[in-house]
């Protein structure tokens, strides 16, 4: 009787959806991303290609979430996204244009809503799921990047900023302040996300290579911006920044180097310049 139903299972028809999000966790976000920006280094290669005990321990997990960007959010190296809303994702006004910006749109919005649209029982072949698994997460980065822009997604985001889960500023005088997900593109493809310091004003690459990784148009440009502007509390007071002076003065046996004598250095004449004097001829 059981090897029956083993055979009954064995010969079903594989439904795309189901396992395009078992898969989607085997490939990077960013795969066909170029450039220096985007260069994965051989242990995040081999990350990626995970093993088939791996393999399996997904296929165990995945039916534990209630849907496709609950398991997509709590893959490692994720951990930026915050989990859009069903209803966001189901508006096609939200989705307005998106669908010249990527491949397959209609099958990878398909996984995206767990095969509530009638393309769920078509069957594809094994190089098109691989198109569509690599689409919806693309479909879904986008779509991220206008969600958090919302009341809803900033909120989401609130939370995630608060618990640090973007990392701190490396810049030893900001003294571990949270740093916020910028894109330095809108557009797919062009350049990895990076982490945008509110107290320095100034950007950083994410300190995991996995973050790295990841596409910055999925972040957007504008996003970190117009969550300080919306919670200006979160915000450090630039006068008083600029006040404390926090900034690294470099010394030369606990002297501070005087600007005449960095200027007569890079002139490339010979001899050295005093604070009170220059060299002639």
């Given at each position: 009787m059981?090897?029956?139903?083993?055979?009954?299972?064995?010969?079903?028809?594989?439904d795309?959806?189901?396992?395009?999000?078992?898969?989607?966790a085997?490939?990077?976000?960013?795969?066909?991303?170029?450039?220096?920006?985007h260069s994965m280094?051989?242990?995040?290669?081999s990350?990626?290609?995970?093993?088939?005990?791996?393999?399996?321990?997904l296929?165990?997990?995945?039916?534990?979430?209630?849907?496709?960007?609950?398991?997509?959010?709590?893959?490692?190296?994720?951990?930026f996204?915050?989990?859009?809303d069903?209803d966001?994702i189901?508006?096609?006004?939200?989705?307005?244009?998106?669908?010249?910006?990527v491949?397959?749109?209609d099958?990878?919005?398909?996984?995206?809503?767990?095969?509530?649209?009638a393309?769920?029982?078509?069957?594809?072949?094994a190089?098109?799921e691989a198109?569509?698994?690599?689409?919806a997460?693309?479909?879904?980065?986008?779509?991220?990047?206008?969600?958090?822009?919302t009341?809803?997604?900033?909120?989401?985001?609130?939370?995630?900023?608060?618990?640090?889960?973007?990392?701190?500023?490396?810049?030893?005088?900001?003294?571990?302040q949270?740093?916020?997900?910028?894109?330095?593109?809108?557009v797919?493809?062009?350049?990895?996300?990076?982490l945008f310091c509110?107290?320095?004003?100034d950007?950083?690459?994410?300190?995991?290579?996995?973050?790295?990784n990841v596409?910055?148009?999925?972040?957007?440009?504008?996003?970190?911006?117009?969550?300080?502007?919306?919670?200006?509390?979160?915000r450090?007071?630039?006068?008083?920044?600029?006040?404390?002076?926090?900034s690294?003065v470099?010394?030369?046996?606990?002297?501070?180097i005087s600007p005449?004598?960095?200027?007569?250095?890079?002139s490339?004449?010979?001899?050295?310049?005093?604070?009170?004097g220059s060299n002639?001829?």
């Amino acid at each position: 009787m059981e090897s029956q139903q083993e055979e009954e299972r064995r010969g079903r028809t594989p439904d795309p959806v189901g396992s395009s999000r078992e898969r989607a966790a085997l490939g990077p976000l960013v795969a066909n991303m170029t450039g220096p920006d985007h260069s994965m280094s051989q242990s995040d290669s081999s990350m990626s290609s995970s093993d088939g005990s791996q393999h399996e321990e997904l296929e165990l997990d995945f039916d534990e979430y209630p849907s496709w960007p609950a398991w997509f959010c709590s893959i490692k190296g994720n951990e930026f996204f915050c989990e859009v809303d069903e209803d966001y994702i189901s508006d096609g006004f939200n989705l307005s244009g998106l669908a010249s910006q990527v491949p397959l749109y209609d099958y990878a919005l398909d996984v995206l809503t767990d095969g509530s649209h009638a393309l769920k029982h078509e069957v594809l072949s094994a190089g098109e799921e691989a198109q569509v698994e690599q689409s919806a997460q693309v479909l879904y980065g986008l779509i991220h990047a206008r969600y958090i822009i919302t009341a809803r997604g900033m909120s989401r985001m609130l939370e995630k900023f608060k618990a640090c889960d973007f990392g701190r500023c490396p810049r030893v005088m900001c003294h571990g302040q949270p740093c916020l997900p910028v894109g330095l593109s809108d557009v797919a493809r062009q350049s990895a996300v990076k982490l945008f310091c509110p107290r320095c004003e100034d950007i950083y690459y994410p300190r995991s290579g996995t973050h790295g990784n990841v596409d910055g148009a999925f972040f957007g440009t504008t996003f970190p911006h117009l969550f300080l502007m919306t919670f200006p509390s979160l915000r450090p007071d630039r006068k008083k920044v600029k006040e404390m002076a926090e900034s690294y003065v470099p010394k030369v046996f606990g002297f501070k180097i005087s600007p005449l004598a960095v200027n007569a250095g890079s002139s490339g004449k010979s001899g050295t310049a005093g604070v009170g004097g220059s060299n002639k001829g």
